[in-house]
Nanobody
Framework: QVHLVESGGGLVQAGGSLRLSCAAS????????MAWFRQAPGYEREFAAA????????IYADSVKGRFTLSRDNAKNTVYLQMNNLKPEDTAVYYC???????????????WGQGTQVTVTS
C-alpha cells in the first residue's frame, strides 16, 4: 500500500507560479512511476504530467507543456510539480498518483492522493 500526500496548492494570480509536492509513504524510486492529474469543476479528471521510475522520462499534456515541470527526489520519496505562467484554466484539484508503469491513463494508476486545490485568478 502506498499513501500519497499532496501539498503546495493555493490561490495565485494569472502569470504566477506554484510548486506542488507529493510525498509517498513508502520507497517509490524503484517501483512506481508518478503522475499528476487534475479535475476542474464540471469536467472529467485529466492527465497533466508523469515521470518514469528513474526520473529520466517525463510526459506532459499539451495544455501544460512548456509551463509545468515534473521532477522527483527518490531519496525523499517525493515528486514535485513546478507550475509557471499559470492561467485561469489551470484552476482544478490536482491529484498525485502512483503506477507500476508510466502512463497518461488514470485507470492505470493504483494509488491516489487526496488532492490539493489550485486556483488561478485573472
Amino acid at each position: 500500500q502506498v499513501h500519497l500526500v499532496e501539498s503546495g496548492g493555493g490561490l495565485v494570480q494569472a502569470g504566477g507560479s506554484l510548486r506542488l509536492s507529493c510525498a509517498a509513504s513508502v520507497r517509490t524510486s524503484s517501483t512506481y512511476a508518478m503522475a499528476w492529474f487534475r479535475q476542474a469543476p464540471g469536467y472529467e479528471r485529466e492527465f497533466a504530467a508523469a515521470i518514469a521510475l528513474s526520473g529520466s522520462s517525463t510526459i506532459y499534456a499539451d495544455s501544460v507543456k512548456g509551463r509545468f515541470t515534473l521532477s522527483r527526489d527518490n531519496a525523499k520519496n517525493t515528486v514535485y510539480l513546478q507550475m509557471n505562467n499559470l492561467k485561469p484554466e489551470d484552476t482544478a484539484v490536482y491529484y498525485c498518483a502512483a503506477s507500476r508503469s508510466l502512463s497518461v491513463y488514470d485507470r492505470q494508476y493504483d494509488y491516489w492522493g487526496q488532492g490539493t486545490q489550485v486556483t488561478v485568478t485573472s
